[in-house]
């Protein structure tokens, strides 16, 4: 059986686990006070080519989105993301257990358009009930999105430019971060980051780690954010755990190459769907990747594979995901095409 | 100057204020536990037909909405609601601040499609993943809706039928209901309600009360509902205010009466409207009517009377609200027209 | 049958209800937007001595607390109080309702002691384990207490520079402010309040009007208060309702006039119970007067009067309390001396 | 050095990585819906000495007391816990942050008493206003306590009974079961444990695992338990290594070999100590053992070893905890007495 379900179906990288082995017998101190916390810190603030970011080690995406975003939200302000975000669809209504409307705008291909957001905030100041409104207090997005798609370098800049003018903080979900920046289409660097939004952060349980979000910040944006992590319950309490693994993969640059590797694994997949004549669903750059299939191909690839039914099976045609990995190989997906 | 922004612009109706002038010096216990709450809810059980109904009086609609959905939901569990609901676009994130997302459904002149309500239940419980989403709770629908419009009684029971079908409450947001059901076009009574839905509230600060809203809700429905009353900020000392109202609202049939009188001035409105070339922008049969004017109608129309735009101002038009009331007077719609 | 279970037994004051009178049929915009809100306010700020106040008027007691806490907090932190403070022990968690823990201070016959509060906040932040734990992020007195009692000028000076020390800002829960400044052991008057604390309301529920509840802040301390009152359920369609009553209870010091009876109210009854040989359960100076009684004599008097009994029952004698109002008759007070 | 500070300052058991290490490269699907998960929950089941059990598995102890508090609890309820307990002291607001009050009953030695429980309940449905307070919904406590003492299976029987006569669930936090049943003193089992609470938790982070926490409940009490894990960011994707870590532990008794041995070396210690003549601060059978020591003493023995002061410093003297776990090395603990 060959597995194209997710990107979190394996454990960690082998170099993270020798790394959690070789130090698992050693005493330090508990809630992320440790040294290698604050190596992993160091190494991942010349990762984002700064010392003025404030780093968090958080433990898994949902749990990052509703502390993160409840750290920035006053009580009176929502968070404005597209109707297929992450936060919107996929966490059980985390955001709104903590308080806090998710604000919807249209996805375009799990995209949000900058005109829009712009649209969005203008109206709802222009609109003279607006205090008895939800205010946009920030904007969410995701890099890559849940189809698999990235922003450009313009289209950031665009966003992030109106998030300044409106004074709201822009937040990027980096679950797959790694991923979004190691294909080619990419016009942005993890150094450009810092530049291009106040707050994002970087995916460690869909990139090589057993699990682990890095939160990186502009310096002084999140305030009081430790008893807030606590509150949340994601604070861990062998907090060195995240320190060894985010330290490993910032280390000889294995977080970009794992990732660069599942790209690789994607494009394989994508083209030899395309060679069969099968259009994507989206013209998705990354690790995941989208087909409208005939429901008995469907059926017949998963005698062999599994893979995902993206949202409910049609009636004779349904779109399915398939998502590469660090951990993906290439026989695999050679496999794959070849039982087209 | 005549006013035509909302149906809350004055005091009560005359005989409410003085029933609550006539009870001022009289002492009595707080919190509802007073006579005079128990003969409101005693003619508020007969008005509705039935003894088996849990009756509580709240102070707002917002406070009572949020109340009302929290003391309904599980916590995993949001509130389908039409994209225009009031919940969802005017009170400030009450829902969400109790910890529940609204589930927005299309918006049809402010109503939600029966058949649109069933495929998004269907829909989420075949969605493999729906535990890691919001699961629809109950329904949330207004009668009469935020744009005038009123529900069919065979669209009631359709709605009901499925809320049933999934074992999930009904409830109607009754801020404006004697003006829903005063019009010819309603083909359901206050009687009605309670085999229609499984929860309402009868509106009182837009239909001759000075404030109060009176929720009816099938016996047992809501457990434990006074402390979450308290909880909640919306329990009145002087509970006997809401009594005193609320009998007097029942009492010789004033409410329907006084909301008769709202429909016929909006009937004037809108026919003084018509008759003058202009079509409805909605085709509300209640209180609240809706036109497209041109700037400069709008711009010499204000300024011998209040009215609102309805979302933000056009280019060259814009679309406003007439309401009327229990108040209106006759003199001052016939004027309105005479200034078109 | 006379009544001492409550200040809250009563309607308005008939000034204040001839005044809704004259102004009910009268249109006004809604949610505070009115000019008799605005003249209240204005009224409000000449009776506390300063243009540099924000004043905002409420309806209900635990419905003040809660937003004003909500508006005041950080997520990490809690709100200081007394074991016995209203937010603590009867507002059925209205408090924590919104997420915020109340930290408890010894009850000092209802007050805090000042140098409890200051090794509070030392001892908290002296401990390595802080943030782990919720900052004390305000403090909550009353005045008068739940106790009747009251602090003095010294008092009062003493606790708010402690808090101005620590940067937390001081909350006076003025349900009853009336009775607690127009008793003779006050040493403060309305005018000192803005300094001897950041944030207090005046209560209207228990002091001459139907219901409404009016915040005073230093300047900017409340933050985006309005959308936050919306979503607390806690904004007044008819906002005028509370204006017209405000302004009413400010005019020619109606306010003071009709807490003065009370206490004086209050001193005959204290007297009476004195000179029949009972001894205060608490030293009282203000509306609320306790005494320990036999449970036959609580009996007895029950079948002329009623009152409540504080706390449970005990065995042979149990506490009870007598409160006097604005309404209360002095007919009443001396039958009720009579059949002790 | 050597460190005492807590029981969480290794990283797993060997035999705990060693399985993790074997695994890694398994592919296995998500949120716990793996073999291994499936394996580990039957393994618990068995432990438990009963089939009709539901078994989840969590990251971490604040997390898991939050989701499971917020599970049980009704909107109105509370959770009954000593003010020594956890939940109160140390989780930065947890369970408020969920909307729940702590309702703090008098700690000895860090336990509760079962007669001041069932004075706490009946004195609450005695009091008249009991529905403006709120209701003790369940009662937590912890095993062993924050103080490192036990219940006898006779104080568990009788909190349990009581708790059942008021139909309110008990709830155990066993962060550091295994070493509470690995004491000679406890004359209880795990087979027993289900039989005296209605839900609890094994603990896995302080006991043997990299993180983790397993709830064992009676069948049915938690309803829809799954979206509730995911909504309070407790799911962790790669779910199996919850289940690899717990099933490594119930295999072969490893979970109690390993806490008996850290009792073996709080044994020595706490023996070690007595010799040089001091007497324990309380008397703890398990991990933890606090004595009061004079400060010039502690400040010599942290050259050579860590450990936490409880609470803050004193004067003179200070109490101090030391804590031994399944990693700890009897020559540490020699040393330790050695140097005294």
């Known amino acids: 059986m060959k597995h194209f379900d997710s990107d979190y179906m394996e454990g960690a990288h082998p170099l993270v686990m020798q790394r959690l082995l070789e130090t698992n017998l050693e005493q330090t101190t508990g809630y992320g006070s440790d040294d290698y916390t604050a190596k992993a810190k160091q190494l991942i603030r010349e990762a984002c080519g700064s010392d003025e970011l404030d780093v968090h080690l958080l433990v898994g995406g949902t749990q990052t989105n509703s502390t993160v975003i409840d750290g920035l939200l006053a009580r009176h302000e929502g968070v404005l993301a597209a109707t297929t975000a992450h936060i919107n669809a996929h966490e059980s209504g985390a955001i709104e257990s903590c308080g806090h409307k998710v604000l919807t705008l249209p996805s375009h291909d799990g995209k949000v358009d900058a005109d829009e957001v712009e649209d969005f905030i203008t ?61 080619p289409e990419a016009d942005i660097t993890l150094k450009d980051m810092k530049d291009l939004c106040d707050i994002f952060y970087i995916g460690g349980t869909k990139v090589g ?19 807030l ?66 429901n008995e191909v469907i059926d017949r690839l998963m005698q062999t594979s599994t893979f995902e039914i993206w949202g409910t099976r049609g009636k004779t045609h349904s779109t399915v995901r398939f998502v590469t990995s660090w951990a993906t190989k290439q026989e695999a997906v050679e496999q794959l095409i070849a039982e087209l």
Chains 1, 2, 3, 4 share one sequence.
């Open 123 to 183: 109206n709802f100041y222009a609109d003279e009930t607006y205090e008895h409104m939800v205010a946009p207090g920030m904007l969410y997005i995701s890099f890559p999105t849940e189809y698999g798609t990235i922003y450009s370098k313009e289209e950031l800049t665009k966003l992030h430019g109106i998030c300044q003018k409106h004074d709201i903080p822009l937040y990027i979900d980096g679950a797959r971060l790694g991923y979004g920046l190691a294909c």
């Open 229 to 294: 992590i606590k509150q949340h319950g994601a604070l861990l309490a062998k907090g060195r755990l995240l320190g060894i693994q985010f330290a490993t993969l910032f280390t000889d640059n294995l977080y970009h190459k794992i990732s660069a590797h599942a790209i690789d694994m994607a494009m394989i997949l994508k083209k030899g769907f395309e060679a069969k004549g099968y259009k994507p669903f989206i013209d998705s750059p990354t690790n995941q990747q989208f087909f409208t299939l005939q």
């Open 209 to 227: 780690a057993l699990f682990g979000e890095c939160v990186v910040a502009r310096k002084g944006l999140l305030k009081h954010f430790f008893p």
